[in-house]
């Protein structure tokens, strides 16, 4: 079975300060691996994916994650946080056995403050 | 291109009532997901449809908790009836095929209950 594990349920940074959020995940098979942020009273909208291709991925506002298999890592940074930043990041796998379909299976979400 | 709709945006209601949700999907999306988020935590899978039949709802407390899609598009959930455990935000998310392979899933904005 697969599944998330986002390290830090707040992190605060100043405003032009690197952004990192922790995720490790779990995976029997070669997972695809996403992040998404969702503002306040909002949906979740998608970052970036990992579908196993490039292991460096770039996403939307800057973004951009690596994946490490040795390391069961999929962090996500950004090179200098903007106010805007500010929201509820939630890093996610994609459940692969058929009675899992293609659901997505979350961690217990980060949220990023951004300080000026 | 319409996203993903949901209504109500809020619901208050006192435990022991009944509510209900209602999905509609990004046009000619054949894979909708109901998820439950309760605060603090990420969403979970609460039930998937593939057209108009279940592919996933392991996880649906079946004893109070319904979902319909009957004509492949729209979907109610339906919490009858309802405990003070079931206040969430209700998201609903389409994709264009969960399956075989991966599709990127919309999130609507969600509806968000209160249980007194």
């Known amino acids: 079975a697969q599944s998330v594990t986002q390290l830090g349920s707040h992190v605060s940074v100043s405003e032009g300060a690197l952004v990192l959020l922790r995720c490790n995940y779990s995976?029997?098979?070669?997972?695809?691996l996403f992040w998404y942020v969702q503002y306040p009273n909002q949906g979740l909208q998608l970052l970036l994916k990992?579908?196993?291709?490039?292991?460096l991925v770039k996403g939307i506002n800057g973004f951009e994650a690596e994946f490490k298999k040795s390391e069961t890592s999929f962090h996500l940074t950004k090179p200098s946080a903007h106010m805007s930043d500010a929201a509820e990041y939630f890093c996610?796998?994609?459940?692969?056995?058929?009675?899992?379909?293609?659901?997505?299976?979350f961690g217990q979400g980060t949220e990023l403050s951004v300080k000026p | 291109e319409a996203g993903v709709a949901q209504s109500p945006r809020y619901k208050i209601i006192e435990k022991r009532q009944s509510v209900a949700f209602w999905c509609n999907p990004i046009?000619?999306?054949?894979?909708l997901y109901w998820y439950q988020q309760i605060l603090g935590q990420g969403p979970k899978l609460l039930i998937q449809?593939?057209?108009?039949?279940?592919?996933?709802d392991s996880q649906l407390p079946k004893d109070r908790f319904s979902a319909e899609r009957l004509k492949g598009v729209d979907s109610t959930l339906k919490i009858q009836p309802a405990k003070l455990e079931d206040s969430a935000v209700y998201l609903c998310?389409?994709?264009?095929?969960?399956?075989?392979?991966?599709?990127?899933?919309?999130f609507g904005p969600g509806t968000r209950l209160t249980v007194l």
């Open positions: 998310a389409s994709s264009l095929e969960g399956q075989s392979s991966y599709n990127e899933q919309f």
């Open positions: 995976s029997s098979v070669p997972p695809y």
């Open positions: 990992y579908t196993s291709a490039a292991t």
């Open positions: 996610a796998v994609r459940g692969l056995t058929y009675n899992q379909g293609g659901k997505l299976i």
């Open positions: 046009s000619g999306h054949a894979t």
């Open positions: 449809f593939q057209n108009n039949g279940v592919v996933d």
